[in-house]
């Protein structure tokens, strides 16, 4: 039997799902600080790194809006370790939603910025949240109407669990069980002020 695959970050002191139990119980839960998020990003770039070891065809997109600015911080990482420069881009996927319609009539739309062909492309997909599973399928259907690329793989900061659709990451920082009162927020100096990843209740 393989052994079980390695959290990129250093485990939190409780196990998550009793982490869950305590933000339930007492109120917002840090579950990774600043330093953390940091050492997530780099590992995860030298996870990808180390698949691809060359940086040919290889295509880094970013969903917005976090989405975006890990997937630059992990691109400039992966430009570090290659010593050359690696494509990126920016998956918006407003109008592949399929709850469209409960965002009102005039959803916020900043379009996708993809200015080359991605037919036999590696893509690297980044999100900071992996949840239902149906923001990644959005992002998949998007991407297909840009060319066809050889292969995808998915990059998330936090699986949170509670998929609903069969989709998993290929590369992930911290994995968490919890339950759908329940809220992950990963907040990032560019928009926030601060890098955290915080599990908190959801507010009613």
Known sequence: MAAPKKSATKKPKAAPSKVAKKAAAEGPTVLMDCDQVADAIHLLAERIHAEFPSPRGLVVLGIRTRGVILAERIRARLEELYGESVA????????YRDDLSRHGPNPMVRGSEIPFDITDATIVLVDDVLYTGRTIRA?????????????VRLATLVDRGLREYPIQPDYVSLSIKTTPSQVVHVLLDEVDDRD???LDTRKR
């Open 88 to 95: 990126s881009g920016v998956i918006d996927i407003t109008f």
């Open 139 to 151: 992002a998949m259907d998007e991407i297909t109407d840009f060319g066809r690329p050889a292969l």
């Open 196 to 198: 955290e990843v915080v």
